[in-house]
């Protein structure tokens, strides 16, 4: 399990992180989601021990990551896929990880089959595509077959058969009661991995809870409802609806999307004007759809092409209310226009960023 706790980050006059606190429980997939420049790489990071908290403190396992006995052992991760000797082979490197943490040399191959790497093993990683890199990275954070797991964007760079592969695999590595936090932009592949969600805007909790949970909180269900093509007939509908108390938006297509009544009264309405319905059926939102809402007010790169802008000033509470980001005592300048480009720490590969722990006894390695 990790557990965060009033967990800050400062760099200088940037405040990355403030103020977090969060669960990642076992035995299920807690995807990690939030704007870029939200704090979430600087977050994982501070789980790993490779940055230090300014305040509060992040555990594993109760102690923190430099605390554990032999950690690179229990904890496993991948943050940076790029972060390999481009003159090693796959199979050297992670070889060398191996022999670092005490893992037999054996399980080396095993990993390398389980990401599908087995035929290239031999070449020098420089010349790996990206999906093939984080195939290599995924393999480096399973290495020792470790209790906790942390991907930072898994999927970049896989085609579909690789995104489908890792889907079921954090699955898999979460069923078998394993802590698996995974960061991800794709909404679409949180949608389908996820059981639950942590959700941070600006280097703040914006939401922790269930996939379902944070949809039905985060957007507003309704209804589809269509009818011939008869102007007269559509408009006979739409008072009548809102005679009703629901309220009515006609589409670009013609259908008309209703929220505030339930499918059957509004069927029985359509009847009772003699109105004929061709299509009446419910619209839940998407992962997507919601994300997009509450985290509206906490985006620091905007286009300005982008329809939403000035929709929402920057800072304006979300949506909802209950979600908005606190005040405290570093501001990021929410009033400033055009926002300004935050300062980012300098990512400082490490050849310990996919920390291991052994299935077995350990052995020399050989």
């Given at each position: 399990?990790?557990?965060?706790?009033?967990?800050?980050?400062?760099?200088?006059?940037?405040t990355?992180v403030?103020?977090?606190?969060?669960?990642?429980?076992p035995?299920?997939?807690?995807?990690?989601?939030?704007?870029?420049?939200?704090?979430?790489?600087?977050?994982?990071?501070?789980?790993?021990g490779l940055?230090?908290?300014?305040?509060?403190?992040?555990t594993?396992?109760?102690?923190p990551?430099?605390?554990?006995?032999n950690?690179?052992?229990r904890?496993g991760?991948?943050?940076?896929?790029?972060?390999?000797?481009?003159g090693?082979?796959?199979?050297?490197?992670?070889?060398?990880?191996?022999?670092?943490?005490?893992?037999?040399?054996?399980r080396?191959?095993?990993v390398?089959?389980?990401?599908?790497?087995?035929e290239?093993?031999?070449?020098?990683?420089?010349g790996?595509?990206?999906g093939?890199?984080?195939?290599?990275?995924?393999?480096?954070a399973l290495?020792?077959?470790?209790e906790?797991?942390?991907?930072?964007e898994?999927?970049?760079?896989?085609?579909?058969?690789?995104?489908?592969?890792?889907?079921?695999?954090?699955?898999?590595?979460?069923?078998e009661?394993?802590?698996?936090?995974?960061?991800?932009?794709?909404?679409?592949?949180?949608?389908l991995?996820?059981?639950?969600l942590?959700?941070?805007?600006?280097?703040?909790?914006?939401a922790?809870?269930?996939?379902?949970?944070?949809?039905?909180?985060?957007?507003?269900?309704?209804a589809?409802?269509?009818?011939?093509?008869?102007?007269?007939?559509?408009?006979?509908?739409?008072?009548?609806?809102?005679?009703a108390?629901?309220?009515?938006?006609?589409?670009?297509?013609?259908?008309?999307?209703?929220?505030?009544?339930?499918?059957?009264?509004?069927s029985d309405?359509?009847?009772d004007?003699?109105?004929?319905?061709?299509?009446?059926?419910?619209?839940?939102?998407?992962?997507?759809?919601?994300?997009?809402?509450?985290?509206n007010?906490?985006?620091?790169?905007r286009?300005?092409?982008?329809p939403?802008q000035?929709?929402?000033?920057?800072?304006?509470?979300?949506?909802?209310?209950?979600?908005?980001?606190q005040p405290?005592?570093?501001?990021y300048?929410?009033?400033?226009?055009?926002?300004?480009?935050?300062?980012?720490?300098?990512?400082?590969?490490?050849p310990y960023?996919?920390?291991?722990?052994?299935?077995?006894?350990?052995?020399?390695?050989?």
């Amino acid at each position: 399990m990790i557990e965060a706790v009033g967990l800050s980050k400062t760099y200088g006059s940037k405040t990355a992180v403030y103020n977090l606190s969060f669960t990642v429980r076992p035995g299920m997939v807690t995807g990690f989601l939030g704007p870029n420049g939200s704090g979430k790489s600087t977050t994982m990071r501070m789980i790993l021990g490779l940055d230090s908290p300014t305040s509060g403190q992040v555990t594993i396992g109760g102690q923190p990551y430099r605390g554990l006995p032999n950690a690179p052992r229990r904890v496993g991760a991948l943050l940076d896929a790029k972060a390999v000797h481009g003159g090693r082979s796959a199979r050297h490197h992670l070889l060398s990880l191996a022999q670092l943490s005490g893992i037999p040399a054996r399980r080396v191959d095993e990993v390398l089959g389980v990401v599908g790497l087995q035929e290239v093993a031999g070449r020098r990683s420089k010349g790996f595509s990206l999906g093939m890199g984080q195939r290599l990275g995924i393999a480096a954070a399973l290495l020792g077959d470790p209790e906790v797991l942390l991907f930072d964007e898994p999927v970049n760079g896989l085609d579909p058969e690789g995104i489908h592969w890792v889907r079921h695999l954090m699955r898999k590595l979460a069923s078998e009661g394993r802590t698996v936090f995974v960061s991800s932009h794709l909404m679409s592949e949180m949608a389908l991995t996820a059981d639950h969600l942590i959700v941070i805007g600006r280097g703040q909790l914006l939401a922790d809870m269930s996939v379902k949970e944070f949809i039905a909180r985060n957007s507003t269900g309704f209804a589809v409802v269509r009818t011939p093509d008869v102007a007269a007939d559509r408009e006979k509908l739409t008072t009548t609806l809102t005679d009703a108390g629901a309220q009515v938006q006609q589409e670009q297509d013609g259908a008309l999307r209703v929220t505030g009544l339930e499918l059957p009264r509004i069927s029985d309405l359509a009847h009772d004007v003699d109105v004929r319905l061709w299509e009446l059926s419910p619209h839940q939102a998407s992962l997507e759809e919601a994300y997009m809402q509450l985290t509206n007010g906490a985006v620091d790169y905007r286009s300005t092409s982008d329809p939403r802008q000035g929709l929402q000033q920057p800072g304006a509470p979300v949506p909802g209310g209950w979600g908005a980001p606190q005040p405290h005592p570093q501001p990021y300048g929410y009033d400033a226009a055009p926002p300004r480009m935050p300062a980012q720490p300098v990512p400082q590969p490490n050849p310990y960023a996919q920390p291991t722990q052994p299935i077995q006894p350990a052995e020399d390695a050989r």
